[in-house]
């Protein structure tokens, strides 16, 4: 099982742009899914971006053409790039390889109107 650790949550303002980094334990390069969730105050966890390790990617319908996933298998770490960010984008934010069972513990995006 690879230990995953989130980064670069924050709080921004309506339009701005953060990127989440998810540093992995080991070699990301042989996962063949990996993706990003978030999950709001009283609503169900939802996949917002995946990746594959063919180089597929996954977008919501909420979030296409707005984030961005992509691997870096050198640094072992997986990011999601988030621009026009909006107030409903507001959510927990976790990495995932799910069919490893790996979940890190989350990174807090806050977005103010």
């Known amino acids: 099982q690879v230990q995953l650790v989130e980064s670069g949550g924050g709080l921004v303002q309506a339009g701005g742009s953060l990127r989440l980094s998810c540093a992995a334990s080991g070699s990301i390069s042989s996962i063949s899914a990996m993706g990003w969730y978030r999950q709001a105050p009283g609503k169900e966890r939802a996949l917002v971006a995946g990746?594959?390790?063919?180089?597929?990617?996954y977008y919501a319908d909420s979030v296409k053409g707005r984030f961005t996933i992509s691997r870096d298998n050198g640094k072992n770490t997986l990011y999601l790039q988030m621009n026009s960010l909006k107030p409903e984008d507001t959510a927990m934010y976790y990495c995932?390889?799910?069919?490893?069972?790996?979940w890190g513990k989350g990174t807090l995006v806050t977005v103010s109107s």
């Open positions: 995932a390889a799910p069919k490893m069972d790996s």
């Open positions: 990746s594959s390790s063919g180089g597929g990617t």
